[in-house]
């Protein structure tokens, strides 16, 4: 158990350092705005493209993997809303928690695949981004724009798709991947170099963000979310990943998708499209402070 702890630490302490940073006004609220664009506009998408395209993306390597993550996102979204009548919420409410059960922030899931396994960790949470994240941004819309404009816009999904830097870049490293394009050398040490610094300067992001005030709110909506996402997701990943016979890499980089914490820009689209950005927020910085002591032990559990 300590020996996981261990090798998450670092990760720990980079998010402590990034609220370090923010806390002694070493840099400006503009700055941490502006690093953050940085890594979702640039550097993620740089790491995502070299690796995608240098990844092995056979449906005998990688269906199963994805369908793994797809059932239990699924179920859980689905159990989301058939609590309802339990957790009395209202429209923004749900469409909240909803987001908040089902998306996953990048900046935490590949440090932490990339701490445990390497670059093979990082590579296979890739795989999962390419086919997850256009999923993701489908039934989170479009469940937005159903609650609260009260039909299915399927050009607020497209919008939506074709604006995302994380989309587009797992658009292109697909396209370079399945055409059998090779990369020449310099290509690759440019996006090498600018993906280097991406999952350090995500995570200092992360800490930054963090708002210890936001964790004197606590209430049944944001237990059976925060629940929802560290304990129930990942164990439908273990279960579903066990059942079709995954590798002990694919299973944890799955659980780790499924149960890291929501994606900070669902704040944005919460607030643009209706939902209830102030209980995402809190419900954000509660995850975060449940992944430091949840994930240890699913793996732990899972190496065991």
Known sequence: MFEVFYVILPLVLLVVLGQVIAKTGQLSSENWIGLETLSFRVLIPALIIRSIAQSDLSLKSSGLYVLTM?????????????????????????????????????????????????????????????????????????????????????????????????????????????????????????LDMVSRSALAIGLLCVGAGFNWRRLVHLNWQIIWTVGIKAVIAPLLAMLAGQAFGLDQMQTVCAMLVVATPTATNGYIIARQMGGDAKLYAIILNWQLVVTVVAFPVLIYLMQG
């Open 70 to 190: 797809l059932i239990a996102v699924t179920a859980v979204g689905i159990l989301t809303l058939l609590l309802r009548p339990i957790t009395r919420v209202s429209d923004p409410q749900l469409s909240t928690m909803f987001q908040a059960t089902t998306r996953f922030n990048a900046l935490i899931t590949l440090p932490i695949a990339a701490q445990l396994f390497g670059p093979a960790g990082l590579t296979t949470v890739t795989i999962a981004m390419a086919f997850m994240v256009p999923y993701l941004n489908v039934i989170n819309i479009g469940l937005l724009s159903a609650l609260h404009s009260g039909k299915f816009r399927i050009s607020s999904i497209l919008i939506s798709i074709a604006k995302n830097p994380i989309i587009i870049a797992c658009a292109i490293g697909l396209t370079i991947n399945l055409a059998g394009i090779p990369l020449p050398e310099p290509v690759l040490q440019t």
